[in-house]
């Protein structure tokens, strides 16, 4: 009756994840990947919680190998002031380190792993159309001679991040509650970059947190810098090929010239519009993982963590559901998965109305809050002992508030 068991779109880290596991509990499973790898994806400092969904899914070991770069923690800095997070001073007390990846290297070495356990992948083969009911699935994808095909399977999961591929064809996609912004980016080659094994994340914020950059540096000098900010800004930054952008990195003050007289490893890229939601991330024979969701913001880099997350949940679930089980998708996927955005949603609302900025950079701050909100930071947004996370909506604008309070009156 079908050809496979599970038909997965897209093998980014969702799809990697999600076919993994599957393959590993005894399902048969293609993924359909539309590029060929190694191909660009932007979405390059990880966060510790996404170590889990790597360890039991059973790729972490050959990521291990690859020899990315460590990151420990993240830093951020605004004006003249610095905050800086150590993953193994945060409350979770879990994975207290991750990398920083160049993704078209990451993804092909989950994707290579993912076939070396059996998982068959169809590369350079795009997902045309997909209709789903309670029994049987059917694909139907233009194959790399340019044939159209179709393909049965039991259950179809959606991990075409960028792509969304279920939410264009089932018109689920709704606009996100975060303002459109967007970034524009490149890679850089820093001869002059003292190669330590493990260096974090800095993020400057400018402009009265309108605007910020990341730096996440790689392996062999390469780093990769972009702006966010207003769609309006980045549009006028990544004019002309980036020259404004270009001109930015190489003389704004607070990255004291670091990026004077570098190379571009690249034409800087331009991204927009990426903040959007969904309707529903599951319905009759599928659901939604990774971007295919709900994607807010990078400042937090919680992009791949939620790919990761989501698509293990989708793959145990849907395992369930294939061997015979009643699966309660809403309850048990988009509720949990929803309470975790929810979390990110709140960190990002605060740190672009400024109350989060109040927090990282005040004068003095509890070390038991500054674990906590490194376990946010670290990705554990559904660890509901933390108040940091239970708490989410209201917390941070009191303590803001506490905080400024306090400064006003000369107390900290
Ligand atoms: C400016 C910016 C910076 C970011 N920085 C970070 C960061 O530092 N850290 C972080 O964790 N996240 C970051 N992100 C988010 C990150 O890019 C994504 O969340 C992440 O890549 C999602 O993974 P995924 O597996 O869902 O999708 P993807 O990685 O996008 O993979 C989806 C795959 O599906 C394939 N596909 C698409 N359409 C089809 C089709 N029709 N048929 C078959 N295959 C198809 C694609 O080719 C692709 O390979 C950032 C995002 C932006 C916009």
Not at 21 to 36: A, M
Not at 93 to 117: G, P
């Amino acid at each position: 009756m079908v050809d496979y068991d599970v038909i997965i779109i897209g093998a980014g880290p969702a799809g990697a994840v999600s076919s993994a596991y599957l393959n590993n509990k005894g399902n048969s499973v293609l993924v359909i990947e539309k590029q060929i790898f190694p191909r660009f994806v932007i979405g390059e400092s990880l966060l510790p919680h996404c170590m889990d969904h790597l360890e039991e899914s059973g790729l972490l070991d050959a990521v291990k190998k690859a020899g990315f770069k460590k990151k420990k923690g993240a830093i951020f800095n605004s004006e003249n002031k610095k905050c800086e997070f150590s993953f193994s001073e945060q409350y979770s007390k879990e994975w207290e380190w991750t990398w920083q990846v160049e993704r078209a290297k990451f993804d092909q070495v989950l994707a290579q792993e993912v076939q070396n356990q059996g998982v068959e992948i169809k590369f350079n083969t795009s997902v045309k159309n997909v209709s789903c009911s309670s029994t049987i699935q059917e694909v139907e994808y233009e194959d790399e001679g340019g044939d159209i095909k179709t393909l049965k399977a039991k259950f179809v999961i959606d991990a075409s991040g960028y792509g969304r591929v279920l939410p264009r064809l089932f018109k689920l996609s709704e606009p996100s509650d975060i303002e459109a912004r967007g970034s524009v980016f490149t890679h850089v080659l820093e001869n002059s970059r003292q190669e330590k094994g493990e260096e974090n994340i800095i993020v400057h914020s400018f402009e009265n947190n309108k605007a910020w950059i990341w730096i996440i540096p790689f392996p062999g000098g390469r780093t990769s810098v972009g702006l966010v900010g207003e769609e309006d800004l980045i549009k006028d930054y990544a004019e002309n090929n980036g020259e404004k952008f270009k001109k930015l990195i190489s003389t704004f003050e607070w990255l004291n010239e670091r990026f004077v007289d570098v190379p571009l490893l690249f034409d800087p890229k331009m991204i927009l519009g990426y903040s959007v939601g969904v309707k529903q991330m599951h319905g009759e024979g599928y659901a939604l993982c990774g971007n295919s969701t709900e994607f807010l913001d990078p400042i937090f880099s919680s992009g791949v963590t939620l790919a990761t997350f989501t698509g293990l949940k989708a793959a145990k679930l849907a395992h369930q559901q294939i061997n015979g089980d009643t699966v309660n998708w809403q309850r048990d996927y988009e509720d949990v998965i929803k309470k975790g955005i929810d979390v990110f949603r709140s960190y990002v609302k605060a740190w672009y109305n400024g109350d989060f900025g109040k927090i990282l950079f005040a004068k003095s701050i509890e070390p038991q809050f500054k674990n906590q909100i490194c376990s946010v930071l670290a990705g554990y947004v559904w660890d509901q002992s933390n108040p940091f996370v239970k708490k989410h909506k209201t917390i941070i604008p009191v303590l803001a508030k506490v905080i400024s309070i306090k400064e006003k009156a000369g107390k900290n």
